[in-house]
């Protein structure tokens, strides 16, 4: 969505020559709509629709084209998170089923339920890492009360884990992982109202899960605050290796929709301290 429009346009990023390639669209009207959630499997990208329905879009990135998959037996897909992982595709939560999983077989082209996670996912930070899809914070049904939630879906055993309380309590974030590590970048602050914007980044080791805290990890986003930056990408061809945020919007009303795409180092990603000097042979 741009300034109450929804787009089917679709672009992609290289990191190394800092260049923007325009894509085949996303096909059908309207679109994916407001906040899909997608996934990579085997060379395509797998697009649950968001708020205009239960399409499910298959982009071969290999012919820069798409196709249509079996929908999803969930008529409203707003804010839902995506894994895939051994020939199925994780599809979770949502505004009309924040509590459901649905698991798609790509070879039979058909859709099962799946164990419901322990907390409800609506705009939360999602990520894949390895064989997990990590879900953090996201709303609640209660207005001005955000999940604490830090959660992730074994997607090799289908079973769900909890790990660490997200003591920021925010949601509708970009959730980027380097490494080991978790970093939850922006989003709208838990309390007051839907678009109370931060430019706060934390971050969680997940090398000591369900162990280990949720702490500070500055510098913090510049310029200004922002949400709704879903893209929590990561990369190694600017400086080795380096988290993204893009996009978004910045609260409270009248929103400010943004353009911008930026990065910084992860931390995880600095280089080890140089060994002293060997002692005179």
């Known amino acids: 969505v741009s300034h109450g429009t929804i787009h089917n346009d679709v672009n992609r990023y290289n990191a190394t020559t800092n260049a923007w390639t325009a894509l085949a669209p996303i096909p059908g009207v309207p679109n994916a709509g407001e906040g899909p959630c997608a996934a990579l499997w085997n060379n395509k990208i797998y697009l649950a629709q ?28 707003y804010g839902c998170a995506a894994g895939a992982l051994n020939g199925k595709v ?46 953090v914070g996201g709303f609640t049904p209660v207005a001005g009360v955000n999940s604490t939630a830090t959660q992730r879906l074994n ?44 430019d706060l980044v934390d971050e969680l080791d997940t ?22 930056n879903q893209a929590g990408f990561n990369s190694t061809g600017r400086v080795g290796g380096e988290i993204w945020s893009t996009g978004g919007v910045r609260g409270p009303f009248p929103l400010t929709f943004l353009t911008d795409h930026i990065y910084r180092a992860a931390t995880s990603a600095r280089p080890p301290p140089t060994p002293p000097p060997l002692p005179p042979t």
């Open 155 to 198: 997607m090799v055993t289908g079973a769900w884990e909890s790990g660490p309380t997200f003591t920021p309590a925010r949601a509708d974030f970009g959730l980027a992982n380097f490494g080991t590590k978790l970093y939850a970048l922006g989003g709208d602050a838990n309390g007051g109202a839907f678009f109370d914007s931060t």
């Open 90 to 135: 994780y599809v979770v939560g949502g505004f009309a089923a924040p509590t459901t999983t649905t698991v798609y077989d790509i070879a039979t082209n058909t859709w099962t339920t799946g164990t419901a996670p322990p907390t409800g996912i609506f705009l939360s930070g999602n990520q894949t890492v390895g064989n997990y899809l990590y879900t």
């Open 50 to 77: 968001g708020t205009t329905g239960p399409n499910l879009y298959i982009y071969d990135i290999a012919t820069n084209t798409w196709t249509t998959g079996a929908p999803r037996p969930i008529a409203n897909g």
């Open 207 to 228: 090398a000591t899960w369900p162990a280990g805290t949720w702490n500070a990890s500055p510098p913090n986003l510049p310029t200004s605050v922002r949400q709704a």
